[in-house]
């Protein structure tokens, strides 16, 4: 008789390297044999990588972890591992907290997870791995990547920021670079599969190399990266305001592959508040950022991240906050509402600002940055764009892809035959907020 495969459930949160670190635990599962299914009841591996960037992320996934133990009680072979930002943050308190979880994975464990596994599943003795001193951060293994065409490229880990709300810091250790000739290995490896677009992933990019004690380092592998044979489109996220240089903008302005899409998040429009945040840039030089990318690459689409409700936020600081998204005509925004960690600096702070007036707040930044999304959007209207196909939209007799500064936009299918990845020229004809209209020119 032969024996059943096992097979493996990935559930995931948090942000793009969050979606990476998932694609290498897949990889690794697939080494040793697993196969994956969509439902954790049926899974013989459940991994849950989480996110703790926010209290209502942490919210969301300990009901997910909730739903486990049921799970457990019904199976109790099941390997249940919590992995990510949050398990290295709550360590042996997440563990007393919810016993069903055999494993618990730090954030500097990824590459290790298959032995970690091996381990458990030998002499079935769970813990905690949340040494954040051990990481590598070369890598060589398989990545189950969930796009067949898009890849998530990490090159680099953690983040020696400290902005003073920001847990990431805590939870991800200090930067740490990937070697070039490692990043584009992983690079040509994908495009030998047939991947053609590419996000480089780091949380602050423009310090990329800085270990190596290299000057301009993300500048440079932004070239490297351009001269690959295969590669389509590159994007990289995300972009320091006070570490973004000339040179990157110019390696935007001149490589053919880089598209013209910039996340540069702002988090505050007042000055007073971005010292309080530990940003190191004041509105006026992020605004002479924003000119300098403008000057070099006048078609970019520029996006961001912003908080409201930083502690001590006036009613004036906030009208800054709404100055610099006027100013600039972001062509989307994150926007969130600040979410007290503990640990962090901000989290002890006084005049913390009450949930309504957060709200009020949040509600009237979206509704500005609505009108921008829209404008963007008009704007390019009459225009012929190429599209990379993502697949059917909620009708299937509609596609829907992404032009190279990540706008989304839906075409008919009529009677021709797409396959996702290939490129298609569509005439854009209707904007709305969130996306664009048109038909496929070619
Ligand atoms: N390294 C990236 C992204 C970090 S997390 C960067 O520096 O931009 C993504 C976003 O979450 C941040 O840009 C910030 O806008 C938001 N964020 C981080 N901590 C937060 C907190 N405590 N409350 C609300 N939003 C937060
Ligand atoms: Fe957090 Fe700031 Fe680091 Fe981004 S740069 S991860 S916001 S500490
Ligand atoms: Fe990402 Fe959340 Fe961790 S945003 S770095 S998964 S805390």
């Not at 051990?134 to 990490?154: D, K, L, N, T, Y």
Request: one cysteine or more; charged letters at 25%; a neutral charge.
């Amino acid at each position: 008789m032969t024996e059943k495969t096992k097979t493996y459930c990935l559930i995931n949160y948090g942000c793009q390297m969050n979606e990476s670190d998932t694609e290498h635990y897949a990889g690794q599962l697939e080494e040793m044999g697993y196969a994956p299914v969509s439902d954790f009841h049926i899974a013989d591996v459940i991994v849950v990588n989480t996110c703790c960037v926010r209290e209502s992320a942490e919210k969301k996934i300990a009901g997910k972890i909730g739903e486990l133990k049921a799970v457990k009680t019904k199976n109790p072979d099941v390997v249940i591992c919590v992995a990510g930002c949050m398990a290295q943050k709550d360590g042996e308190k997440l563990l007393k907290k919810h016993p069903q979880v055999d494993l618990l994975l730090g954030t500097a464990y990824v590459n290790d997870f298959k032995q970690v596994l091996q381990d458990y599943l030998a002499d079935r003795k769970g813990g905690a791995y949340t040494d954040l001193t051990v990481h590598q951060s070369e890598f060589e293994g398989q990545m189950v990547r969930q796009s067949p065409f898009a890849a998530w490229i990490p090159i680099m880990y953690g983040c020696n920021n400290f902005c003073t709300y920001c847990i990431v810091p805590y939870v991800r250790g200090r930067e740490r670079s990937r070697s070039v000739e490692n990043i584009v290995a992983e690079i040509e490896a994908a495009v030998r599969e047939g991947y053609k677009e590419f996000t480089l992933l780091g949380q602050n990019v423009n310090s990329y190399g800085k270990d190596f004690g290299e000057e301009e380092a993300f500048a440079k592998l932004l070239r490297r990266v351009d001269r690959i044979p295969g590669v389509e489109r590159i994007h990289y996220m995300t972009s320091h305001p006070r570490d973004m240089s000339e040179e990157v903008v110019k390696a935007v302005a001149e490589c053919e592959h880089i598209c013209e899409n910039f996340h540069v998040p702002f988090q505050a429009g007042s000055s007073e508040i971005l010292r309080r945040m530990n940003r190191g840039y004041s509105k006026e030089k992020y605004l002479a950022l924003i000119d300098l990318i403008r000057r070099y690459v006048p078609d970019a689409a520029i996006t961001t991240d912003i908080i409201v409700g930083f502690p001590g936020e006036t009613e004036e600081d906030f009208e800054e906050t709404l100055d610099v998204v006027r100013r600039v005509g972001f062509t989307s925004a994150f926007t969130f509402i600040y979410s007290k960690r503990s640990g962090t600096p901000a989290a002890r702070m006084d005049n913390q600002v009450p949930l309504p007036v957060k709200k009020e707040r949040l509600n009237r930044l979206m509704a500005l940055q609505n009108e921008n999304s829209l404008r963007c959007h008009q704007q390019l209207v009459g225009k012929t764009v190429e599209v990379l196909a993502e697949g059917p939209s909620r009708q299937a007799d509609v596609w829907a892809g992404r032009t190279r500064t990540g706008v989304l936009v839906l075409w008919p299918v009529e009677d021709k035959k797409y396959e996702v990845g290939q490129k298609v020229k569509v005439l854009l004809d209707a904007a709305q907020t969130w996306l664009v209209k048109g038909k496929a020119v070619d």
